[in-house]
């Protein structure tokens, strides 16, 4: 795993939720992208896609939630602007012209390695409002403004779970 940073002067930061991608394409087949693909090549042209509008302070931190893997990285807000048609050749890829209304520049990504599972934190964490079975309706609005506190939790585990890893 590379440096995480933490957290610069915002008062918060975000928490993008996603998953794979499973879309019949142009050509009439059945196309499944995983989500850590997805991660990785999303990432790697330092862009994010939203399907909804989004106001993001620049600088601002965000986490990367996997569904039913946990947080898998982090990174800076750049930009927030509106979704055009020369992003269609990124989108194209995945199949997802036309379906996304905001592209976030992002940099200094980095790879959360292991993922961090949420689970042990939620009582801890305090965006998550209903601590119970339930607990997962909390990340259904993305991305989701969560307190840096939170996100210093979060990252705080990935750093021992990397400690952990090197130590092995």
Known sequence: MSQVPEIRMQDSASLIVFGPIDRLGADNIFHHISGMELFRGLTSRGVW??????????????LFYLKHTGVVGSALIQ?????????????????????????????DTTRIDPAVDLKPLIQRLGFIANK???????????????????????????????????AE
Request: charge should be positive; include cysteine; glycine fraction near 8%.
């Open 132 to 166: 119970g079975n339930h607990w997962g309706t909390s990340l259904r609005s993305t991305p989701r403004r969560i307190p840096k506190t939170d996100f210093n939790l979060i990252i705080a585990r990935a750093k021992s779970h990397d400690k952990r890893r090197r």
């Open 49 to 62: 896609f939203c399907s909804r509008r989004v106001t993001i302070q620049a600088g601002t931190p965000v």
């Open 79 to 107: 930009s927030a602007s509106t979704v055009e048609e020369c992003d269609n050749s990124i989108l194209s890829r995945y199949g997802l012209i036309g379906y996304f209304r905001t592209k976030l520049g992002i940099t």
